[in-house]
């Protein structure tokens, strides 16, 4: 797998926890390993703009997805083609604010909106019940799974 990670935002962030998350989440999802993915991390006032200009929604967000070659997710036997995954953007400053309200750690949100992006760049979405339940099932697979692959480092 080819992920960059360009952290353009004043707060650190563990960008080797988030490839790893990246890498267990393609892996997952059957994505080919030649398949390339960008992770930008930028500050709120980078993230109101993106959000105003693509959204149309006033201030800044927590994750955006920006997908290139509209790759789906493979199966064990047929892996999604190699391609251009696309880009997603954090913002670390959203992140620590609603890590905070959810009662867990800035990186733990960090990575949940990892795995919420590529969900995103892969064709899943939560506009209607039905997807949010099926998206937010594989999510929640995806960082349950990761958790444990850490534990056993």
Known sequence: MSIEINNESVIPVDEVALQRLATYALDFLHVHPDAEL???LVDEGAMEQLHLQWMDEPG???VLS???DELRPGAEDALTPAGLLG???LCPQVAVSQAETAGHSPLEEMLLLTAHGI???LG?????PEEEKEMFGVQRDILVGFALSERTK
Request: hydrophobic residues 55%; negative net charge; charged residues 20%.
């Open 124 to 128: 899943f979405d939560h506009a209607e």
């Open 66 to 68: 920006f997908p290139m």
């Open 38 to 40: 960008a992770i930008l």
């Open 60 to 62: 800044p967000t927590d």
């Open 119 to 121: 969900l995103h760049l």
């Open 87 to 89: 880009d997603i953007v």
